[in-house]
């Protein structure tokens, strides 16, 4: 008997103190949902988690979807995948897609996540204000981008967390506009007007949303107020162009007078460098690479340009000669020059920034807007000169524009566009909002039909989202 | 350690284990304040009236009125003197003081009712005479005594046999040399021989005074003592479906860790080293893989303590290393490991028996005269295989010939270029394999001493292993000290300690994928020098515009770079265990095991990684404790026919892991490696994490024989678990089986074929918590952006919470018998199993559109089902013995379901619902292309861009196009259709020789080392096959296409093997010495060999490889894997 109530005892001991605790899973090294957002410095670190989710949306990505795929850029034929995208051969299943889809997605959660719980901080409110104002300014950037390559798209503007019921269907892509436009004119009142300290070079500005406000504008043809938005910036006098074009895009002269956004790469660590210069070179400058980039210039678009033209010897090269004096020359076709870095800093990773937009863009943009609203003005000569005058060797090379028809001014702003921005990102969006993108894509002997005005939707969401119905011809 | 008990965190552990200590201290005093047993006898009360009686008849008459018996030697009682007595109820004692102590005899109680007698002065009687119960014993005090020795099977002398005259309870046992003495009381007594592991022996004495007897190792083993979890079972009893194995064949091999010596040993058990390098990682796989997503490895279990095997500290980049944290555990240290196998066996351990479980029990010390044991071997180890690679000329060659077939100059012997030099200038060249791989040697040192009294046993060991690798520079090394201890305090308390202590070196290589340093060696060409001409290594393949891959020179990153990681093991427990009434036990144990490991990575300018960093530095550490308490309660009881044991028991276990990494570039000056990475301009940013569990489990088996026949065990076991989510914290895990003797039974019971019959049934569910931690938790993780050229902190949601996540349910149905026949000289064992594993973790994947790509949840099914065979049979037996053992098991595994598609993709294989995991998938081969008409022929049968000399693949689906996504299939699986070992064991006299078989049948390898080899781009070197049989146009193949440079087509069915073998994994021969000297108890020599021979059409180096380590679904690929050595060895066993 006596053993028995020991060992009851014994037994209740364990029991009772067979605390819950050890069950409980508390995080040691890592932030949970309820408490990442407690300070001024959690906000800041939640948006820069915004930005950074920038470079898997633009890099080759954007370069993929806006250049590859036009008839500006193609690849060398042993890049199989490239050369899919670049002929229309792509399908629903082809990875860029499932990958831009996806990351824009997850930028605008991330920006959700910094809209909802941001206000909740307690901090300076002009800090938290603009914190807030960045999270908009990126969230219409991802949605422009989406609307752009899907049209309709799912509009998702808040923060949930349930897993199980995530089927989401697609929304007008006018409703994404009014989204889209809505967040940057909000932006547009908490923005700085630039940043002072080094540490915020590449954070959105009140020029920022005003340009790509004005880029939203004008793909809707609502040139009134594309024009005043770009006017808006011109009249700022934030901005200007840097006398040299070759200077647009040196790593060393990054976040210059011209660059109204840029996403920021570094060789502070090759984890941070950008992949553009590989892809692009003849030879690339990593010590140890001696291989170039598959990514090159389509050959009618080299042969386009015209004589005096600073802009083709920075954007189209045949040769390259390189640090120890060796000229190496390009087997397979012309190279783009634009992304050159001879201080590369890892096999895959230069330090060239990404240009989103820059005032040259504004520019002609303005001189677009002018055009269309009310035929060949002055200020819109003036607007597409500025641009032209900084390009040519000697004033007699591109002249200035003068008594043009509202059309040959149109497509004289279209042709300038190309030579100015090619390669960044541009192209496919600009054929698209002019309807050329078929005619063009034909005149280098692409098939192009009604269906490749929209990409696929990616299979993968396809699969595991059955809301979504997908674009026709997929 | 004093760090970790001061934190708050585990302070709680060390409240809940102290308070039962207290009880173990109360009990134990209160077992002290009882008397030994049998003083009341003395207290008895005794009336004695006598008148000139002789004492022995005084001791009669006491023992007539008492109930105590006397013994004693002839010469106690010498005189005839006659007493007068007269005593009213006196004690015994006092009684017994009055008669004996004046004529200087002893009186002492022995056993409850008897009282031996022994003469002041005169040597003691031996305590283990005991005497007769009849009184007859001191009315014929006739003396005989018998002397010889006890020895086994190679003739050292037995301590410990127990010998016993037939009939009676009086016997001895053999001292520390088997040596025995027994004083008989008659003449034409049988003595009976006896000792665990051994047939007893009886002898019938007749007027002989000495005999030796030689004991011979019981076959029959079904005396044998199994471990299971918390406690162990006669094998006669046991329900479930138990494998074991001894030190014997653990010893056989010489390997770095327990686990690798399972191989082939056991069935059901598939074992797979998946690197070679020295405490490289292995595979294990007890009756297949359960899971895709969560662990498919078993829990080890080593003296009852369930350890975790935490992943190594994290290194720089380009050093990739599979260590098998088992290898810190010293396998000289094991006396035994039992695989559990079926439900039946794997319950009692919850949330992680799915996977099953390996227990390892250590040697403890046994009682006797203290013995020392030592034990050395050396090695010698040398790749088995060198693949034909193209010589430098070769090499070169194909560059140009590449060139020409792509319309371009010929590069090697261009007087104008860079590369002047033809060809044929070049030579043999550099021959990386020679460079890389070495004969290395290995050793291995033991020293234990072991002995001890009724009262205390101890063993104490120290052992140094230390093996080089068969490629440059990579080492293993281990130092292990181990003392265990068994204390009886008192006839109700035990206890008893085990602690061992390791320190390891793990110099490795790169150890897998195509920087590994096989890799660079395969790929870099042999025209490229080991050194520049000032003397350098040489840098860049070649140099400059050579059209060689960027391939770092293999010898110079050896040489000049360090991948050290060093880890330190301590894992010990201290345990109690109470008698609180008869048949019931508790046992109460903590333990700890501490694993802490440093990694330190160091790159030189010498090397590619680091060349343009200059010097490339890393130090990565992980702390891990793991606590442990248990609270077990046995209880045994038998009545009539009906006999239980019940274990029930409470245990608390938690985990906290610490790891720190930080890595730096710029170095100044390299001599200090990486052991002050402060030295260096450049310092990287540090990450660092710390993470905890905890486990809280009760759990409980009932085992009841009814006739000792009908055995039924029912098992269940409930577990917290910190690892799920809120609303599943709790988990049970119950199990019953059923076993039946049938030989037993009346109608088998004198057969003369049939020794051994039991059928056994059981069914089970059991867990996997290999499911990582805080999974079901969103997260928010930090790393670092850039704006400008500042880095800044950065905050993302990295993962969705999934509060419902559990652990994966694995249910299993067991089948078997345990055949003996021919008494027991041929035994079968057979299973049958089938297990299906429910709430599979997977990655389900999301909409973008919530923000993450995937969330963990508890979606899936897959089946595995087998059959296990092992054999073991005495061929012939007598002065020549042959013994056989052998297993053979087959598995098969299935998905059942997953979730949303019917089918993902892995790499190289496909997860299909319907096939087995570890499918390989791909496009399948169809010879080369051979005429520009025949490709215009088939138009989209081929690939836009084929030329004469490219590879043509199947159109799978038949819809006339080839495509290289849809026209896929399985192209055969990495898991074997069966597995099996065969060991022939041979002895005569004094020696033993063994040869054991072991191998796998129907798996298929993916090559992907041949693939870079033969793809016919000629950037890394090639193998001679290209060399001499690529397709030309002037002498077509249809096996390789011309040399250059074609679209890349993923996985291929050109490179799968069969990697099927059959491998003669060891023979051994040893020799037992005819040295018996007054130190030397027993000296044994043996030679042997290790993987002597391989049988395969496996084109690699080894067909044993699982380059995939970590996946659960990808098995057989051989990515430039470490490859397999040769060892010879000898070694020599010697007792003190």
Known sequence: MKNTTLLSALLTVFLLTACEKNLEEVPLSFFEESNSFNSAADATSAINGVYDRLKNVYGMTMINLADLNSDECEVREDNGSGDEIHKNLFNSGTSLFDGFYTNSYVLIDRANRVIANVPKITMDTKLRDQIVGEAKFLRALAYFNLVRAFGNIPLVTSVSNDVINVQIPREPAEKVYQQIISDLQEAEKTLPVKYTVASENGRATIGAAKSILAKVYLTRKDWANAASKAKEVIDSKTYALVPDFKDVFLPEKENGAEHIFSIQYSCVLPAYGSPMAVNFSIYFSYPINLTGGSYQVVPQHAASYLSGDLRKDVTVIYEKKIANGTVVASRTGPHLDKYWDPQACGSQSARNNFLVIRYADVLLMYAEALNELSGPTTEAYTAINTVRARARKTPTDLKDFSNLTQTQLREAIWQERSWELCFEGHRRWDLLRTGKYIEKMKKIGINAEEKHLLYPIPIQEMDVNPALVQNPGY | MSNFFTRKEIFYLMKITLTPLLFVCLLTTLSFAENTFGQERLQEKITLHLKNTELKTVLKTIEQKTNVVFSYQKGVLTNNEKLSLDINNETLESVLQQILSPRQINFQVLKSNKIVLTRRGLGNVPQEIE????????????????????????????????????????????????????????????????????????????????????????????????????????????????????????????????????????????????????????????????????????????????????????????????????????????????????????????????????????????????????????????????????????????????????????????????????????????????????????????????????????????????????????????????????????????????????????????????????????????????????????????????????????????????????????????????????????????????????????????????????????????????????????????????????????????????????????????????????????????????????????????????????????????????????????????????????????????????????????????????????????????????????????????????????????????????????????????????????????????????????VTRNVGSLENKGVELSVNSVNIDGKFQWKTNGNISFNRNKVISLNNADQFFTGNSIVKVGESVGSFYGNVFDGIWQTADEIKAAGTLARSGDLPGAIRYKDLNGDGIFNEATDRQILGTGLPKFIFGLTNTLTYQSFDFAIFLQGTQGNKILNVTRKSMEQSDPSDNLLRTVIEGAWRADKPSNTLPSIRQWRNTGTDSFYIEDGSFLRVKNVSLGYQLPLRTKFVKRARVYISGQNLWTFTSYRGFDPEVNSDFTSNVQYGVDNYAYPAARTFTCGATLSF
């Open chain 2, 131 to 854: 005497p007769k119960t009849s009184p007859v014993l001191f009315e014929t005090p006739l003396e005989q005594t018998i002397t010889g020795t006890v020895t086994d099977e190679n003739g050292a002398g037995l301590p410990g046999v127990s010998i016993l005259v037939k009939g009676t309870q009086q016997g001895t046992t053999t001292d520390a040399v088997g040596k025995y003495r027994l004083v008989l009381s008659g003449n034409n007594e049988v003595l009976i021989f006896s000792f665990v592991g051994y047939i007893a022996q009886e002898f019938s004495i007749g007027t002989q005074t000495t005999l030796n007897v030689s004991l011979k190792p019981d076959t029959k083993a079904l005396s044998e003592v199994i471990v299971v979890g918390y406690g162990a079972v006669k094998k006669r009893d046991l329900t479930g479906a138990v494998s074991s194995i001894g030190a014997t064949e653990l010893k056989a091999q010489p390997v770095s860790s327990f686990n690798q010596a399972l191989q082939g040993r056991v069935s059901g058990v598939q074992v797979t080293n998946s690197s070679n390098a020295p405490g490289g990682g292995i595979t294990i796989r007890i009756r297949g893989g359960n899971s895709i997503s969560a662990s498919n490895d078993p829990l080890y279990v080593i003296d009852g303590f369930p350890v975790t095997n935490p992943a190594p500290a994290t290194g720089a980049g380009n050093s990739t290393l599979y260590a098998n944290p088992l290898s810190t555990i010293n396998p000289n240290d094991i006396e035994s490991i039992e695989i559990l196998k079926d439900a039946s066996a794997t319950a009692i351990y919850g949330s992680r028996g799915a996977n099953g479980v390996v227990l390892v029990t250590t040697k403890r010390g046994k009682e006797g005269q203290a013995t020392v044991d030592f034990d050395v071997y050396y090695g010698y180890q040398k790749v088995t295989k060198m693949l034909d690679m193209a010589t430098a000329e070769e090499h070169t060659a194909s560059k140009n010939e590449q060139l020409r077939n792509l319309n371009f100059a010929e590069r090697y012997g261009n007087p104008t270029g860079a590369y002047p030099k033809k060809p044929s200038e070049y030579g043999v060249g550099t021959n990386w394999q020679k460079e890389i791989f070495q004969g290395a040697p290995m050793q291995n040192y033991q020293l234990s001493v072991s002995g001890g009294t009724d009262k205390l046993r101890y063993i104490v060991s120290g052992n140094y292993f230390n093996q080089d690798g068969i490629v440059i520079t990579s080492n293993f090394k281990r130092y292990t000290s181990r003392i265990s201890l068994d204390a009886r305090v008192s006839k109700r308390l035990k206890i008893g300690t085990n602690f061992t202590i390791t320190r390891s070196y793990n110099n490795s290589v790169n150890e897998v994928g195509s920087s590994s340093l096989l890799g660079l060696a395969l790929r870099i060409s042999p025209a490229s020098p080991i050194y520049d001409a000032t003397g350098n290594y040489q840098l860049l393949n070649v140099g400059a515009g050579s059209g060689f891959s960027s391939v770092a020179n293999p010898v110079a990153v050896a040489k000049t770079s360090t991948n050290l990681l060093t880890s330190d093991r301590v894992l010990g427990s201290i345990f109690g265990d109470i008698a609180l009434a008869e048949g019931l036990t508790a046992r109460i144990s903590i333990g700890t095991d501490i694993l802490n490991s440093r990694r330190d990575i160091f790159y030189t300018p010498q090397t590619l990684i680091a060349n343009t960093v200059n010097g490339y530095g890393s130090n990565g550490t992980s702390n891990n404790i793991n606590l442990l308490n248990e609270n077990i309660l046995t209880y045994t009881k038998s009545f009539k026919e009906h006999t239980f044991d019940a274990v029930a028991g409470v245990t608390f276990q938690s985990n906290r892991e610490e790891r720190t990494y930080s890595e730096a570039q710029d170095f100044p000056n390299y001599t200090l490696g990486a052991n002050n990475i402060g030295l260096a301009n450049k310092p990287l940013p540090s990450t660092g994490s710390v993470q905890e569990w905890g486990l809280n489990s009760y759990l409980g088996r009932l085992n009841y024989r009814f006739k000792d026949r009908y055995l039924l065990t029912i098992t269940g076991r409930v577990d917290g678990s910190s690892r799920f989510g809120a609303n599943n914290k709790y988990g049970f895990f119950p199990s019953g089986a059923f076993a039946w003797r049938v030989s037993d039974e009346n109608f088998l019971k004198n057969n003369r074929w049939v020794s051994e019959l039991k059928l056994r049934l059981s069914y089970g569910i059991t867990g996997n918590d290999g499911i990582g931690l805080y999974n079901s938790l969103s997260q928010y993780g930090t790393s670092r952006t850039v704006f400008g050229d500042q880095e800044v902190l950065m905050i993302q949601a990295s993962r969705i919470a999934n509060p419902d996540l559990r652990w994966e349910k694995t249910a299993q149905l067991d089948a078997g018998f345990d055949l003996g026949l021919f008494n027991n000289r041929l035994q079968l064992t057979a299973d049958y199993y089938i297990k299906t594993t429910t709430d599979l973790l997977l990655g389900v994947e999301l909409p973008a559109t919530t923000g993450f790509t995937s």
